[in-house]
């Protein structure tokens, strides 16, 4: 989300100490194009959200742009929107890498947003702490917040932790 600090999932990184977690670029999670460790992990104390702080920029080594959190609020006329849903867990053709999906955006509550890969797509086992992404006005890709809980068939409805509601939580950490 910014150019040394990764937003996941506390339930990702909770009994490791942030010194022993690694941040992997590239296409395939199992040959990645730059790992860079850990300096720093801070977990929301009450909501499924970890930052984690790298202990050097990784656009010092690869071309790498970070994904901002989305500055707008999301808000029940943001359903019916599409989202965009990224990992690297387990695929339906048992193929590895990162993978995106296009979901559905079907509701929006007080701390999380759920989108709907309508029995088609979506995310997946391993794929938890992984972003979803929305378009801005501006017309550049936003970090919209983390996955939390994702259906079990991989392809239905997916919950994410909101990061425009712990924007403020987000900035006072960094």
């Keep these: 989300i ?14 490791i100490p942030g010194t022993q977690l ?8 199992l040959s990645p194009e730059l790992v860079v460790p850990v300096a720093n992990k ?14 050097s920029a ?9 994904i901002p959190i989305y500055l707008g609020t999301l808000t029940a006329a943001d359903q019916g929107r599409d989202v965009e ?14 993978f995106f999906a296009i979901e559905l955006l079907v509701s929006v509550d007080a701390q999380t947003f759920t989108v709907d890969g309508q029995g088609f797509r979506g995310v997946c086992f391993g794929d938890s702490g992984g972003p979803a ?9 936003r970090t919209l917040g983390d996955l939390s809980e994702g259906d079990a068939e991989c392809g239905n409805q ?6 425009d509601v712990l924007r403020p939580w987000i900035e006072e950490t960094t």
């Design 42 to 55: 801070r977990e929301h104390p009450i909501q499924d959200l970890a930052l984690l702080t790298t202990a």
């Design 2 to 15: 910014s150019e040394r600090v990764v937003l996941t999932a506390t339930h990702c990184t909770d009994g």
């Design 85 to 98: 849903t990224a990992g690297y867990g387990d695929t339906e053709s048992s193929e590895w890498g990162r």
């Design 158 to 163: 997916d919950t994410f932790v909101r990061a």
């Design 133 to 141: 992404f929305l378009v801005a006005p501006e017309g550049d890709p």
């Design 58 to 66: 990784p656009s010092a080594q690869l071309a790498v742009q970070p």
């Design 22 to 29: 690694r941040i992997i670029f590239g296409e395939d999670d």
